[in-house]
């Protein structure tokens, strides 16, 4: 299969349906975090599908228990400690805002986290600043993996 080299998806999209930039400061935590959970939940999507043809219920019972909340707040816990100053005041911001929505079956705490997580995904997103957005988001599913080899 042959890959395109230099090829930006986003400038791409942007350009091709005539897209406006936008100061990604005047975005609400909640906009970041809408985009930033999808952008993840790609991500998540693309990790599961690379183990191999499985069943679309598997698959989406692996993706579930990493998306969901607590999953997030895990990974926020020991993201928090790598994030530069302006990255942990989007997070902060992302974390602290007022959802419309409650939290199903997730604690107050694990719910604005995981908010917040995904704010900070989202900023990285439309920033376009898609290696730390990755390396971020792998220091977080490396300590899951680390506190489910502890657990076991």
Not at 12 to 35: H, K
Not at 119 to 134: N, P, V, W
């Given at each position: 299969m042959e890959k395109s080299v230099g090829f930006?998806?986003?400038?791409y999209m942007n350009e091709l349906f005539q897209m406006e930039e936008v100061d990604i400061r005047e975005y609400s935590p909640?906009?970041?975090a809408y985009i930033g959970d999808c952008i993840f939940?790609?991500?998540?999507?693309?990790?599961?599908?690379?183990?191999?043809?499985?069943?679309v219920n598997k698959l989406h019972q692996e993706t579930s228990r990493l998306v969901q909340a607590s999953a997030q707040s895990l990974m926020m816990r020991t993201m928090q400690e790598h994030l530069t100053e302006e990255e942990h005041a989007v997070y902060k911001r992302g974390r602290n805002a007022k959802?419309?929505?409650?939290?199903?079956?997730?604690?107050?705490?694990?719910?604005?986290?995981?908010?917040?997580?995904?704010?900070?995904?989202?900023?990285?997103?439309?920033?376009k600043d898609y290696k730390r957005l990755l390396d971020?988001?792998?220091?977080?599913?490396?300590?899951?993996?680390?506190?489910?080899t502890e657990a076991k």
């Amino acid at each position: 299969m042959e890959k395109s080299v230099g090829f930006d998806f986003v400038s791409y999209m942007n350009e091709l349906f005539q897209m406006e930039e936008v100061d990604i400061r005047e975005y609400s935590p909640l906009t970041l975090a809408y985009i930033g959970d999808c952008i993840f939940d790609l991500v998540i999507k693309s990790l599961v599908i690379n183990d191999g043809n499985k069943q679309v219920n598997k698959l989406h019972q692996e993706t579930s228990r990493l998306v969901q909340a607590s999953a997030q707040s895990l990974m926020m816990r020991t993201m928090q400690e790598h994030l530069t100053e302006e990255e942990h005041a989007v997070y902060k911001r992302g974390r602290n805002a007022k959802s419309v929505s409650p939290a199903k079956n997730q604690s107050i705490t694990d719910y604005r986290r995981a908010t917040g997580f995904e704010a900070l995904l989202g900023y990285l997103y439309l920033k376009k600043d898609y290696k730390r957005l990755l390396d971020l988001v792998k220091i977080g599913l490396d300590s899951l993996d680390n506190g489910r080899t502890e657990a076991k």
